[in-house]
């Protein structure tokens, strides 16, 4: 029942519940004081691999860095 309620408020504002989600995230990380904050910010960081398949061999892996919010 509480879903229902928040969902047209960040869809009315023209939000995906992920954005909304981040943006709340980011707003929890910066209120935190220190050494909390930095861990929380160092957490930030995604790191992944990709892999392309041909011939259903897979190819050579791609190692990817990403940061899930960038600076708002």
């Given at each position: 029942m509480a879903s229902n309620a928040a969902a047209p408020?960040?869809?009315s504002a023209g939000m995906t519940y992920i954005t909304y989600s981040n943006l709340c995230a980011n707003l929890v990380r910066n209120c935190l004081k220190e050494p909390y904050k930095s861990e929380a910010l160092s957490r930030?960081?995604?790191h992944y691999t990709i892999s392309k398949w041909?011939?259903?061999k897979p190819q050579k892996p791609k190692s990817v860095n990403f940061y899930r919010l960038q600076n708002q």
């Amino acid at each position: 029942m509480a879903s229902n309620a928040a969902a047209p408020f960040w869809r009315s504002a023209g939000m995906t519940y992920i954005t909304y989600s981040n943006l709340c995230a980011n707003l929890v990380r910066n209120c935190l004081k220190e050494p909390y904050k930095s861990e929380a910010l160092s957490r930030e960081k995604v790191h992944y691999t990709i892999s392309k398949w041909a011939d259903g061999k897979p190819q050579k892996p791609k190692s990817v860095n990403f940061y899930r919010l960038q600076n708002q």
